[in-house]
Nanobody
Framework: QVQLVESGGRLVQAGGSLRLSCAAS????????MGWFRQAPGKEREFVAH????????EYADAVKGRFTISRDNAKNSMYLQMDSLKPEDTAVYYC?????????????????????WGQGTQVTVSS
């Protein structure tokens, strides 16, 4: 199994920045990709960004492209989400997740079903 722990969420004003972290432990050698998802009150969980663990290739949701940056530090088994130019609509619980399935179909990793392990989430609140 892989254990994931998110941190870094807090209240921030619109236009501000936050950096979320996700620390992985356990069978980290099985990780092929990791992703960030978010869930706002009353809404379904949605894809934010993912990164291939080995290659570092990334993909972003249109809503965050150009404002958020996903990265990872393989040596520390950690993933990050740098969030800039935050908007009130970015308010949500942010979850990190890890996928062990190997696929060249990049779109797979934008979907919840690709991920086996999930963290507990960290709350991000953006005030207007």
């Amino acid at each position: 199994q892989v254990q994931l722990v998110e941190s870094g969420g807090r209240l921030v004003q619109a236009g501000g920045s936050l950096r979320l972290s996700c620390a992985a432990s356990g069978r980290t050698a099985s990780i092929y990709a990791m992703g960030w998802f978010r869930q706002a009150p009353g809404k379904e969980r949605e894809f934010v960004a993912h990164i291939r663990w080995s290659s570092g290739n990334t993909e972003y949701a249109d809503a965050v492209k150009g404002r958020f940056t996903i990265s990872r530090d393989n040596a520390k088994n950690s993933m990050y989400l740098q969030m800039d130019s935050l908007k009130p609509e970015d308010t949500a619980v942010y979850y990190c997740a890890s996928a062990t399935t190997i696929s060249t179909f990049a779109a797979l990793y934008t979907q919840n079903r690709a991920y086996v392990y999930w963290g507990q989430g960290t709350q991000v609140t953006v005030s207007s």
